[in-house]
């Protein structure tokens, strides 16, 4: 990949107290380019997605948007360069309708003061048409955002990412919650992002999500960077393995066909 | 895209090429999406309340000219407030201090006039303006400490009642302000609030015989109580800047979930501060047109009028939690809560009953607004 990367890390860590959450983080994700980042639970994922979404500073090191140095403030201020960040809890609000959610924050709005008005026509026909390039009909932007599938919702996120010019598009385990179908489609809207030219940072525990979209991988364990790889590179079975560390696997496997043998006795 | 279920081949079921994702969703036909509205529930209910005075005894006292003045104005009062109310729940907090408010606002009304000689239009003004303060700390207390709002609020109940109660005691020996528009220079001030309009009107009614006359000639009902438009005006704007303006918008994130709408920009203490001065002005409205109307102040005055205002709102179909209803369900929580009461009294029915029923109507209410979110959600349940 040649050009900048959209979005870089370098040298970054995170302590709380005495725990080291993560350390040396060396991390380019480009335009037009789906990264995994894969990791079992504690491997240091959500720190990562934190850091890179402006919840959390980094203790040291850089994080460089476009080739430049930034500091996050909040999630607003890195939305405001273009990092948008779809989080697990997926940030709508469910008792709220879809044309609500999509522009809460950034209401349209028609009329002169003190008569002006949210322009809630206006909101339904974008969010509609912003939904429909993702790939979703929407029968109604007004009904409530509870009323829909998780799939559907993270459609809402995703495309409202989109709409408000995001370059760097995180996804904080999509489709850990979903259904096979609805998993399906969500890896759908990450090819979608992808094709408008968006880097995405797609974060997983699951290498049959992560394995037919991700372009890079990079695998963290306790912390730590286990190293980046392409596709090429890589096969399924090695990212799994070094995923849970290898050599720890095998060892797990070895204890439990040793106590199957004992049940067997 | 805006297709109902006419033009689909069974009917109830959505075409497949509207949803594109899902065909078992059916659509919704429109009596279910009038059951959705929040509003729907109270709907019902008022429908149900009215029909029931209407064949007990006393329904034609109730239902006459002057029955339903007096049943309207009972709402208009509530009325103010509630839509005040239901602004800040649906936001997600609460204000128990409302009822103590309005005494207090009667008060400062009652002592700026009466013993400082303040004209009218300026004890109303302060009023207003201490309205504004203690909106603005009760607000500020709650965004600041993150402390629930019932604690904080019940805390400036007492405070403000204490106030209302030992200042006038320790500037008049007393607890009750009388004679306040007496010797006022701008006596025509009052009349905003404790005036009539349409008077006109009535008296041409008077005359053709329509309506019951005194026998001075003048009618009964002299015209539409001040109170009933001042409800009019501010359920308008209140329902106005709910579901039109980009704030409406911020009131219903802030109570649907506040870390969210904080997260994508919204101001959300700023938005919860606005709605506590707002009810903070509700509550001194409300006090000024009783002054108005009594030409005394009195201590005790809103006595548990914070719970009435939660029983209309609650009642009007918005959710305690937050982040759901309409003012307009409020109005009509408001409009069941003034006919039953005075209903009650019509059918001759001993009013001490009024408590009894009010208990099964918020009970009912409450399970009413379970099934409408539930519907709302589609049936899902949401955390």
């Known amino acids: 990949m040649t050009g900048l990367p959209a979005i870089e890390l370098r040298q970054v860590s995170k302590r709380f107290g005495s725990v080291i959450a993560l350390h040396d983080i060396d991390m380019k994700v480009y335009p037009g380019e789906v990264h995994c980042l894969l990791g079992d639970n504690g491997a240091g994922k959500s720190t990562l997605i934190k850091l890179l979404s402006g919840v959390y500073q980094p203790s040291q090191g850089k994080i460089l948007v476009a080739g430049e140095e930034v500091r996050f403030r909040s999630p607003r201020d890195a939305a405001g360069y273009g990092v948008a960040t ?108 992808r094709l408008r030219g ?17 372009d890079v991988f990079t695998l963290l364990n306790r912390g730590g960077s286990q190293g980046t790889f392409r596709k ?23 204890d439990i066909e040793r106590l199957l043998e004992t049940i067997k006795r | 895209m805006t297709e109902k279920s006419e033009a689909s081949p069974v009917q109830g079921v959505t075409p497949k090429n509207i949803t594109g994702a899902d065909e078992r969703l059916a659509a919704a036909g429109w009596f279910t999406r009038l059951l959705r509205r929040p509003e729907s529930g109270v709907g019902c209910g008022l429908i149900a309340t009215a029909i029931i005075f209407a064949v007990l005894p006393g329904a034609g006292a109730l239902y006459s000219l002057q029955g339903s003045m007096t049943f309207l104005t009972l709402a208009a009062e509530l009325g103010i407030i509630a839509a005040a109310v239901a602004l800040l729940i649906i936001a997600g907090e609460f204000d128990l201090s409302i009822g103590s408010m309005i005494g207090f606002a009667g008060v400062v009304i009652g002592l700026t006039v009466k013993h400082m000689g303040f004209p009218l239009w300026a004890g109303i003004a302060s009023a207003f303006g201490v309205a504004l303060l203690v909106g603005y700390f009760n607000g500020l207390i709650v965004v600041k400490t993150r402390l629930p709002s019932f604690i904080v609020t019940l805390a400036s109940l007492f405070i403000l009642r204490g106030l209302a109660i030992g200042i006038t005691r320790a500037v008049t020996g007393r607890t009750q302000i009388p004679y306040i528009l007496d010797d006022v220079p701008d006596p025509w001030v009052a009349g905003i609030f404790n005036g009539h309009v349409f008077t006109g009107f009535f008296h041409w009614m008077g005359t053709l015989g329509w309506i019951g006359v005194k026998s001075d000639g003048s009618p009964f009902v002299p015209g539409i109580p001040m109170s009933i438009i001042w409800w009019l005006i501010v359920t308008g704007i209140a329902g106005w800047v709910l579901t039109e303006t980009r704030f409406g918008n911020w009131i219903y994130s802030s109570g649907g979930d506040a870390a969210v709408a904080r997260n994508v920009g919204v101001p959300v203490a700023r938005v919860k501060i606005t709605l506590f001065v707002a009810s903070a002005c509700a509550a001194t409205l409300l006090a000024t047109i009783q002054v108005m109307e009594a ?73 009413v607004n379970n099934y409408t979110r539930a519907k709302a959600l589609g049936e899902r349940s949401t955390p």
């Open chain 2, 295 to 367: 030409g005394s102040a009195d201590t005790v005055r809103g006595m548990l009028k914070e719970f009435e205002a939660i029983i209309a709102v609650v009642v009007g179909g918005v959710l305690l939690t937050g982040g759901y209803g309409t003012i307009y369900g409020a109005a009509f929580g408001a409009l069941i809560f003034g006919l039953v009461q005075m209903g009650i009294f019509y059918t001759g029915i001993d009013t001490d009953w009024f408590k009894v029923f009010l208990g099964i109507v918020i009970l009912v209410a409450v399970l």
């Open chain 1, 198 to 214: 968006l880097a995405v940072i797609f974060i997983t525990h699951n290498i049959r999500h992560a394995y037919p979209v991700g």
């Open chain 1, 86 to 193: 779809v989080f697990q809890d997926l940030g709508l609000i469910p008792l709220m309708s879809i044309s609500r959610n999509f522009f809460l924050g950034r209401e349209p709005r028609k009329g002169v003061f003190p008569f002006q008005r949210f322009d809630k026509e206006r909101a339904n026909a974008i969010a509609r048409k912003a939904m429909a390039d993702v790939g979703i009909q929407v029968r109604d932007p007004t009904q409530a955002v509870g009323t829909l599938s998780g799939g559907e919702r993270q459609s809402v996120a995703i495309a409202r990412a989109i709409y408000f010019g995001a370059k760097v598009l995180i996804l904080d385990e999509p489709t850990s919650a979903l259904g096979v179908h609805q998993a399906a489609m969500v890896m759908k809207f990450i090819i979608e992002a």
């Open chain 1, 232 to 254: 090429s590179e890589i096969t399924r079975d090695e990212v799994l393995s070094i995923m849970s560390g290898g050599e720890d696997m095998t060892a797990v496997e070895r």
